[in-house]
C-alpha cells in the first residue's frame, strides 16, 4: 500500500525543478515573441508556463492525502484540462483584425503550445517539453522567413486612401499601384467630407484598395508617389504597421 501510494508524492527538490524548467522552456519561447514586439511576450509566456505547471503539479500531487480512502477515486488530469479551454481566453486577447489584416494568430497559438509545455513538465514528461519547445522556436524563428518567402506574391492587403472629389485622381492612385507591379483586385468608394479652416465643406472620398503586392517595398513606393498629388490627403496600410513610413496628411485648401 505505501509502494501505490507514493506514486502520489514529490519532493519539494523535484518541485523546484520542474518550475525552473518551465520558467526556462516559457522564456525561450517567450523571448522570440518580445524580439518581434508581440503583445504577448517574454513574462506573459513564463507565467503562462509556470502557471500549467503548477496547476499540473496540484492536479497530481495536490490531493495525496486522499487517495487511499476508500470512497476517493484519483482524477490527475480534471484540473489540468481546464488549462487547454481556459488558455482560449488569453490567446483571444492577443488577436485584432483591421480590415483584411488579421495579426496576433501566430501568438495566440504560442501561448496555448506553452501552456500545453507547462503542463508537460508538470506530469513529469520532460523529453516531450523540450521536443516541443525546439520545434516551437524552429516554427517560430526559421518557418516564418520560409513562409514569407513562399507566400511573398500570394498576400493580399489594403491600403485606404483619403482624396479630394476631384476627376482624375483615381487614375493617377491606380496608375501608381500599378508601376509598381501592384494588381487591385477590388476597390470600394466611401463619400465624406472635410471641413476646413473657414468652416467650408469640401468634398471628400476614401478609396479602399485591396490588392495584391509584391513586397513591402513597392507598396512603400506608390503610397511614396501617391502622397505627392495635390489632391491626395491621407493614405496609408495595415500591412506597413510598425514600418517608419511617414504619413501625410494633408490640409484642404479652397479654391
Request: with cysteine.
Amino acid at each position: 500500500m505505501t509502494v501505490i501510494s507514493s506514486v502520489w508524492h514529490i519532493s519539494h527538490l523535484d518541485l523546484l525543478i520542474r518550475m525552473l524548467i518551465a520558467t526556462l522552456l516559457g522564456g525561450l519561447i517567450g523571448l522570440e515573441r518580445e524580439w518581434s514586439n508581440h503583445a504577448a511576450g517574454f513574462r506573459t509566456h513564463i507565467l503562462v508556463c509556470l502557471g500549467s505547471t503548477t496547476i499540473m503539479l496540484l492536479s497530481i500531487y495536490g490531493f495525496s492525502e486522499f487517495v487511499n480512502e476508500s470512497n476517493v477515486r484519483a482524477d490527475p488530469a480534471r484540473l489540468a484540462a481546464q488549462v487547454i479551454s481556459g488558455i482560449g481566453f488569453l490567446g483571444a486577447g492577443a488577436i485584432l483584425r483591421n480590415g483584411s489584416v488579421v495579426s496576433g494568430l501566430t501568438t495566440a497559438a504560442s501561448v496555448w503550445v506553452v501552456a500545453a509545455v507547462g503542463l508537460c513538465v508538470g506530469a513529469g514528461f520532460f523529453f516531450v517539453a523540450v521536443l516541443c519547445t525546439f520545434l516551437a522556436l524552429v516554427s517560430l524563428l526559421l518557418l516564418n522567413k520560409w513562409e514569407k518567402y513562399l507566400l511573398r506574391n500570394r498576400r493580399v492587403h489594403e491600403i485606404t486612401v483619403k482624396v479630394l472629389d476631384h476627376p482624375g485622381v483615381l487614375g493617377k492612385i491606380a496608375s501608381a499601384l500599378g508601376d509598381q507591379g501592384i494588381h487591385i483586385m477590388k476597390m470600394k468608394m466611401i463619400p465624406d467630407v472635410e471641413i476646413t479652416g473657414n468652416s467650408l465643406e469640401k468634398p471628400t472620398m476614401k478609396l479602399c484598395f485591396t490588392m495584391k503586392a509584391p513586397e513591402k517595398g513597392k507598396l512603400l513606393a506608390a503610397l511614396d508617389e501617391i502622397h505627392r498629388s495635390e489632391y491626395v490627403l491621407s493614405a496609408d496600410s495595415p500591412w506597413l504597421e510598425g514600418l517608419p513610413i511617414k504619413r501625410v496628411i494633408k490640409p484642404v485648401s479652397m479654391p
